[in-house]
């Protein structure tokens, strides 16, 4: 049983495939996720430090307004200074809630609880100053402003200091483990890129091999196929050349052997019919009708003997045997002839005249056979180095599935190919045929050119 590659290689490819796709479908999940990380590691880091900001610019904000409430004789815009100080004690808280919910954790809980302390004794404060009297204002706003407004505005602001640089530090903290993750990403994408090219090596490492293999193996066959292609052509041309030998032996015999007996049986009955009484009219008859028979035997074993092998192509050539042939189909059949021949075909090998001549033969009989033509033209054309035959006839053209099937035109490719020639059908329904051979002639070596000249000459 033979070993199927593809299904292996199928297989291999599109686990590779999956793999790619499954691992760039993590990897980017992934690294979504860790941008996202970042992304609100920094977005919480920045609304920390706008809450802080924040409560620093009320904490400050407040003493100013404290300031001037102090250096204010007057204490008529007290409601004012205690209307702007509550907003400012109100939006100080909101940035407080909101900071916890930002950096609420062990880490942060305790200057968080601290913060908040400070803030609630840095407002309360702040409460009795919006009571004072213009005399109290003047004889104690410098006092309570250094020991009970600003330790406490500092104590705030060093909390919120303190807070500014947890939150900067858990910052720093998160982009490492955000710069963590991405090592650990990267790490498996160049483990997953190992695998792929581990994978997509072996993959290739075999495709490789096994096209080796194939190509091998195609090699191999192929080389067989041409040898058995060299020994059918080979056994092909010994069956020609045999079948050929055997029709000239068989023609041979029937005109010299079966022709001879026959005229000398005619003979006979000749000297019979001299020798018979003439008073004896059916004994006359008998021999007239012996000598008919003998005659038409005569004829018939001449037309085998002619139609195997025509004498003539051995005894005169190509285009003597040609016309002749051309006369007798257009006697046989009623369907002329028209056959042009150019250039010195006398000095050609037998094999070359022996397959034009077959040729030209099996032409005029499909013409005859599947044309239904009305008339046929034979060109042959005789070079130094080619030689090229046409049969052309105005009939209903050649199918398809004729061109494939026909033997007639199988035996002429066949003896065609034999002498390396080649052979080109054009055909069309209602239009007729055209075949054509060119067939190469051998080059004569120069020693035989010397020696021919000199017989010549």
């Known amino acids: 049983m033979q070993f199927r590659t593809w299904p292996v290689a199928a297989f291999a490819v599109g686990a590779l495939l999956l793999l790619v796709v499954v691992s760039v479908l993590e990897s980017n999940r992934r690294a979504q996720e860790i941008y996202a990380q970042l992304d609100q590691v920094n977005q919480r880091y920045h ?42 004690k109100a939006a100080n808280t909101t940035a407080f809630r909101e900071l916890r919910t ?18 609630q004794e840095y407002w309360q404060a702040l409460d009795p100053l919006l009571d004072w009297t213009p005399a109290e204002k003047l004889t104690q706003s410098f006092r309570f402003l250094r020991s009970e407004v600003i330790p406490r505005r500092d104590a705030v602001l060093a909390i919120a ?11 720093a903290t998160q982009r490492t483990e955000v710069a963590g993750q991405q090592a650990e990403l990267r790490r498996d994408l160049l483990t997953l890129l190992a695998w792929s090219l581990l994978l997509g090596g072996v993959v290739a ?7 080796r293999q194939l190509e091998r193996q195609s090699v191999a066959e192929r080389r067989h196929a041409e040898e058995a292609e060299h020994r059918m052509r080979e056994l092909s041309q010994q069956l ?26 005619r003979m006979e009955l000749g000297s019979i019919d001299r020798l018979r009484a003439s008073e004896d009219g059916s ?3 008998a021999v007239a009708e012996s000598r008919q028979l003998v005659d038409n035997m005569v004829r018939t074993v001449r037309d085998l003997a002619l139609g195997l092998r025509p004498s003539m192509l051995d005894d005169f ?25 150019s250039g010195d075909l006398t000095s050609l090998a037998d094999p070359y005249a022996t397959c034009v001549y077959r040729v030209v033969q099996e032409a005029l009989t499909n013409c005859v056979r599947h044309a239904k033509a009305t008339r046929i033209r034979v060109t042959v054309a005789g070079t130094s180095d080619v030689l090229a035959v046409t049969v052309v006839d105005d009939g209903v053209g050649i199918k398809v599935e004729s061109r494939k099937s026909g033997l007639g035109l199988r035996g002429i490719e066949e003896r065609v190919r034999d002498l390396d020639g080649t052979l080109d059908i054009h055909s069309a329904p209602g239009v007729g045929t055209s075949l054509t ?16 000249a000199r017989i010549a000459g």
């Open 317 to 341: 050539g190509l285009q003597p045997a040609l016309e002749w042939h051309a006369r007798d189909f257009t006697r046989r059949y009623g369907l002329p002839v028209d056959l042009a021949v």
């Open 283 to 285: 004994l006359a008859r």
């Open 240 to 265: 020609v050349a045999t079948q050929e030998e055997e029709r000239k032996k068989l023609s041979r015999e029937l005109h010299d052997h079966v022709g001879q007996v026959l005229t000398a049986l």
């Open 47 to 88: 609304e920390v430090e706008a809450k802080l900001r924040r409560m620093r610019s009320d904490v400050n904000m407040s003493g100013i307004f404290v300031r001037d409430y102090l250096l204010d004789p007057d204490g008529e815009r007290a409601d004012a200074y205690r209307a702007q100080l509550a907003d400012f």
């Open 205 to 211: 490492l075999t495709a490789v091999i096994r096209l």
């Open 437 to 452: 051979i060119r067939i190469p002639l051998p080059q004569a070596k120069p020693s035989e050119e010397v020696q021919f």
């Open 161 to 171: 200091q303190e807070i500014e640089e947890i939150n900067g530090t858990t910052m």
């Open 102 to 119: 930002l950096i609420s954790g062990p880490e942060t809980n305790a200057q968080l609880n601290s913060l908040r302390a400070k803030l």
